[in-house]
């Protein structure tokens, strides 16, 4: 069946350092791919999403380009702040138009002043 | 303000006694669903309903019900709670339930069941 796969984390990072958290995913067909963000004690909320191959998605400064070949989906950020530690998970969407995402298992992001 | 709300927020339980965790939206979504977030899990569907009176099972649906009486409403019902079910619940609707549409998530319901 799909999946997700994320890095594992936690990843802890200091102020203005560049970020990578990987995803890659195994899918029948061309799925809708998207990046998640849950900040502590938070629901989820949508950081960017892409719906076709080589699409990017950005959003405050976070970007990830929807990689056919690789399947992959890499979240990335050039300068992270304090403000973005918080849990990131990437989903993606099935063409079946079940409206079901399937979800990694998260990543949990750190920085540090 | 456009949102997901969930009720409550935090519960304790007992084994066996019959739960409901209310999910209302006001964004006039045909589309919801539940999910469960569980400790290197990530999240995992529950039930979905594409629309009023229309209801399915996701991945995980034993020993959980719904209903979708009205179209901004969608219950999760636990009817005999056990302890495998303390989780981490999520409610989340969208316009249509495309693969396209973005998902919006209410702000979780923590479940103790002991």
Not at chain 1, 36 to 45: C, D, H, K, S, T
Request: aromatic content about 12%; hydrophobic content about 30%.
């Amino acid at each position: 069946g799909d999946s997700v796969t994320q890095m594992e984390g936690p990843v802890t990072l200091s102020e203005e350092a560049f970020l990578t958290i990987n995803c890659t995913y195994t899918a029948t067909g061309y799925p809708s791919l998207f990046w998640y963000v849950q900040y502590p004690g938070e629901g989820l909320q949508l950081l960017l999403k892409a719906t076709k191959a080589d699409d990017k998605g950005s959003n405050k400064g976070f970007e990830a380009t929807y990689r056919k070949e690789t399947t992959s989906f890499h979240l990335e950020k050039g300068s992270v702040q304090v403000s973005d530690s918080a849990v990131y998970f990437c989903a993606l969407s099935d063409r079946k138009n079940t409206g079901k995402l399937i979800f990694g298992q998260g990543t949990t992001l750190q920085v540090k002043p | 303000e456009a949102q997901v709300t969930q009720n409550p927020r935090y519960l304790i339980t007992v084994t066996g006694k019959k739960l409901t965790v209310t999910c209302s939206q006001n964004m006039n979504h045909e589309y919801m669903s539940w999910y469960r977030q569980d400790p290197g899990l990530g999240l995992r569907q529950i039930y979905y309903s594409m629309n009023v009176e229309v209801t399915d099972k996701g991945d995980v649906p034993e020993g959980y019900k719904v209903s979708r009486k009205e179209k901004r409403n969608f219950p999760l019902i636990l009817e005999s709670p056990s302890p495998n079910q303390t989780s981490l619940y999520f409610c989340a609707s969208s316009k249509q339930g495309i693969t396209t549409d973005t998902q919006y998530f209410g702000p979780g319901t923590r479940l103790t069941v002991l």
